[in-house]
């Protein structure tokens, strides 16, 4: 799943099912892990898609692009905040009143608090089952999913956790330090495991696989952000994290049956 930061913690955006940061495509709000990736999860879709992410025709008209900065500069705002004091010790009236709107508006936006971090995750939650639909001929989804896992890697993806760069490692220190903001990524990860579900056709043996698949992706986004938070370079790991995923998505391709299967 792409996230929303950058790979150098800046802002960008990533994808793959993993960690997440902030803004743009791969680079860019990756920051954490994965997660499977990711709208916030409770940013509502809009006419261009879910997430807020520009519609099939991939053209984003400029009332949505300005609908789309809004949600990215409150959501920096907050979390440049959180950063600097605390999540628990910042109000949304604080929020609202940095980022020069009213408090109902905030709220229109983002419906709770932890959306304001968790926006960063916002084209994250539908991306394995974007991957999987969108795959080639002859591809499993399994191996599409590992494809786009090995490549977050190498671009040090934040999805992946494979990222140490010091705003990327300092947002996940807040995600995953926070009680209330770790709660509200499970949601998150249920809706991408869902939509992932429904993209392998539905059913309960759809929604088993999805729920490997996604926790596969989670752990070792994880594991990869431990060893970034313990001072570890990503550079240093980065052979090991790719050995260890495709063990990963290795075993999950012989066990699933037809989900690890081409088309």
Do not use: C
């Amino acid at each position: 799943m792409r996230e929303k930061h950058g790979n150098d913690g800046s802002g960008g955006s990533v994808a793959n099912g993993g960690s997440a940061v902030d803004g743009g495509s791969r680079g860019a709000g990756d920051a954490a892990a994965a997660a499977g990736g990711p709208s916030g999860p409770s940013s509502p879709s809009g006419p261009s898609g879910p997430a807020g992410l520009p519609g099939p025709s991939g053209v984003v008209g400029l009332r949505e692009r300005k609908r789309l900065r809004m949600y990215r500069d409150v959501s920096e705002t907050a979390i440049a905040l959180f950063l600097e004091r605390g999540f628990d010790a910042v109000s949304v009236a604080e929020v609202a009143a940095a980022a020069e709107i009213s408090k109902p508006t905030l709220f229109r936006y983002f419906p709770t608090k932890e959306d304001l971090v968790l926006h960063r995750f916002a084209d994250h939650e539908t991306e394995p089952a974007r991957l999987v639909a969108a795959r080639a001929e002859g591809t499993s989804p399994v191996a599409a999913l590992r494809a786009r896992f090995l490549d977050g890697l190498d671009h040090r993806d934040p999805v992946t956790g494979l990222n140490d760069a010091p705003a990327v490692l300092d947002f996940h220190r807040l995600l995953y330090g926070t009680p209330a903001l770790a709660a509200r990524l499970h949601g998150y990860l249920e809706r991408s495991e869902a939509a992932l579900a429904s993209a392998l056709g539905g059913g309960l043996d759809a929604r088993l696989a999805a729920a490997q698949i996604i926790a596969v992706q989670r752990v070792l986004a994880l594991e990869n952000w431990r060893r970034m938070a313990a001072g570890e370079r990503a550079d240093d790991v980065h052979g090991e994290a790719v050995e260890a995923a495709q063990r990963a998505f290795g075993r999950l391709g012989e066990g699933l049956g037809g989900f690890g299967g081409p088309r």
